[in-house]
């Protein structure tokens, strides 16, 4: 079955230091992946998607790069803020025509910490 | 309008209560989903309803009953809760276009359940 692997956290950084959250993923076809980000006592938000090999999702400064080669979908950030301080998940969405269900999975979240 | 909306934020029932939490989306979105969420866990998918029919059940138990009455209301009926189920109950939706590939979801804000 599908899955997504994510970097264990708590990621701590101070300010304006580079980011970068690991996710790596497997299922069939060209599944979409997605970036959440969930802050404390809210419910999830998309930051950014790609649909297709090579494509680069960006929003607020983040970054990430779909790699079909290595199955990743790494997030970025030049410089954190410490409004940044969230819970990052990593999501994909089946390949319906490869076969893939309608289930759509989640990494286990990363949770990041950024100090002023 | 991109917001989904649930109510209530917050509830807290006895183990004998019977109680319904609420979900509205009016950005024409065809599949609703109900999350249920854990401190510090990924959200695990509990239903997913396609064009108002329940096509994914993802072995609930049967105390969590879903009802969608149109498109854009999606309920779930508790009944003889157990504190175990104490959780953060997320509510999402998508497009559905039969494309090749799922689509982003849009959560609401979550109602946070206690148990006692």
């Known amino acids: 079955g599908d899955s997504v692997t994510q970097m264990e956290g708590p990621v701590t950084l101070s300010e304006e230091a580079f980011l970068t959250i690991n996710c790596t993923y497997t299922a069939t076809g060209y599944p979409s992946l997605f970036w959440y980000v969930q802050y404390p006592g809210e419910g999830l938000q998309l930051l950014l998607k790609?649909?297709?090999?090579?494509d680069k999702g960006s929003n607020k400064g983040f970054e990430a790069t779909y790699r079909k080669e290595t199955t990743s979908f790494h997030l970025e950030k030049g410089s954190v803020q410490v409004s940044d301080s969230a819970v990052y998940f990593c999501?994909?969405?089946?390949?319906?025509?490869?076969?893939?269900?309608?289930?759509?999975?989640f990494g286990r979240g990363t949770s990041l910490i950024v100090h002023p | 309008d991109t917001e989904v909306t649930q109510t209530p934020k917050h509830l807290v029932m006895g183990m004998t209560n019977k109680k319904s939490l609420k979900c509205e989306q009016h950005m024409g979105h065809r599949a609703m989903y109900w999350y249920k969420q854990k401190a510090k866990k990924p959200p695990e998918l509990m239903f997913v309803y396609s064009y108002e029919k329940l096509s994914i059940n993802e072995s609930v138990p049967s105390r969590f009953s879903p009802e969608c009455p149109n498109s854009s209301l999606l309920n779930l009926h508790l009944h003889a809760l157990q504190p175990e189920d104490s959780a953060l109950y997320l509510c999402?939706?998508?497009?559905?276009?039969?494309?090749?590939?799922?689509?982003?979801?849009?959560f609401g804000p979550g109602t946070r359940l206690t148990v006692l």
């Open positions: 999402a939706s998508s497009q559905d276009k039969g494309d090749r590939v799922g689509n982003e979801q849009f």
């Open positions: 999501a994909l969405s089946p390949d319906i025509l490869s076969g893939g269900s309608y289930i759509p999975t």
């Open positions: 790609a649909t297709k090999a090579d």
